[in-house]
């Protein structure tokens, strides 16, 4: 069939300034515009535009949307962007999901970002639903996409573990919630940052085993993201002799290690970008590797075209609009 995405979709407030106010201060800013987001639809996006046109795989979203302008208005970014919509539902006497992003113009495009999930709050299924969103006879590889706008991704993740086990687990924790160790071991491929890397080792690892990475980043960053990688991928996520490791590390690269290949790698960032705005970069990345890897591309070059198009997404405003096509971004790897 193809990949679903199952998560938020958030109408996206953004003001453009200079500097953050201070508490009990007011200032003007730049500007004012809105966008659609939320990582989920940003993610769906991202798959939808980023795909091989010549493929002809499906790209659905699963979410929930209130019965507002917003919400109709998100609808139309996702199917303009080829992604099935016929599971993003409309809730009554709820709004839709909005955030609330501060972008500081002077430090790079650098993002500060207030959720209010609203109608994702609804994004929950019980095993009657997920039958019906996943009927049993697919035989095709699927792929299914999680983040952590919603409720309660892992007890879907446990579902489709238990009821469709051929289907690959994507899990981007963002924001990050604490799991047991047995859930991080459901995931397939997981796409963290530098921050979320840690957060999970704080909740799995003693503490002073994390504290003595801790002081010693600042000597070698990627020299201690890379043993992050290499822990996260051996202890918790390789379990199924399948798994897939890949930490963001913002405008430094990328590192990355599979089971296929459990060497931690690193792909440094693309230099000298105009940033203009860092929303969704995040997104784009992920939704550009899925796309990839689907596709049967190996790991380091669906990394390389990911970190292409992440690189493309920062240079203009917005999140999900942002977002090339694969074109442009194709044209880039020669
Ligand atoms: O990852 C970026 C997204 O985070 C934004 O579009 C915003 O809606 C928040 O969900
Ligand atoms: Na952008």
């Known amino acids: ?3 679903t995405v199952i998560g938020s979709l958030n ?18 800013a730049n500007r004012f515009e809105t966008h659609a987001g939320g990582k989920g639809l940003n993610q ?29 208005q998100l609808k139309g970014v996702l199917n303009d962007s080829s992604v099935d919509t016929t599971h993003v539902s409309t809730c009554e006497g709820i709004s839709t999901g909005t955030a609330t992003i501060l972008i500081e113009e002077k430090s790079g495009g650098q993002n500060r970002i207030l959720i209010v999930e609203g109608a994702n709050g609804k994004t929950v299924y019980d095993s009657r639903q997920l039958s019906r ?6 035989v095709e590889e699927e792929y299914v996409v999680f983040q952590h706008e919603i409720p309660d ?17 994507v899990y981007n924790p963002s924001p990050f919630k604490a799991m047991d160790r047995e859930d991080w071991e459901l995931i397939d491929l997981l796409v963290v940052n530098e921050i979320e890397a840690l957060q999970i080792l704080e909740t799995i690892f003693d503490y002073k085993f994390v504290e003595e990475i801790k002081e010693r980043i600042s000597d070698d960053f990627i020299g201690e993201y890379r043993k992050v990688c290499e822990v996260l991928h051996k202890t918790l996520i390789d379990h199924k002799k399948k798994g897939t490791v890949v930490m963001t590390l913002g405008s430094r690269g990328v590192l990355f290690c599979s089971y296929e290949d459990p060497r931690v790698q690193f792909l440094p960032a693309i230099k000298d ?14 939704g550009a590797l899925v796309t990839q890897l689907y596709q049967g591309e190996k790991l380091p070059v669906a990394i390389k075209f990911s970190t292409l198009a992440s690189s493309l997404t920062i240079q203009k405003k917005g999140a999900a609009e942002s977002m090339p096509a694969f074109e442009s971004v194709q044209n880039c790897m020669k």
């Open 1 to 3: 069939m193809g990949i």
């Open 11 to 28: 109408y996206d407030l953004d003001t453009f300034t200079d500097r953050l106010p201070d508490a009990g201060e007011t200032f003007r």
């Open 44 to 72: 769906a996006v991202a798959i939808g535009k980023l795909k091989r046109p010549s493929s002809n795989y499906s790209v659905r979203m699963i979410g929930n949307v209130g019965n507002d302008a917003f919400g109709e």
């Open 133 to 138: 969103i996943f009927p049993e006879d697919k």
């Open 153 to 169: 991704p892992i007890s879907i993740i446990k579902w489709l573990h238990e009821n469709r086990p051929n289907f690959r687990v």
């Open 273 to 286: 970008v105009c940033v203009v705005d860092t929303t969704g970069a995040g997104d784009t990345f992920l």
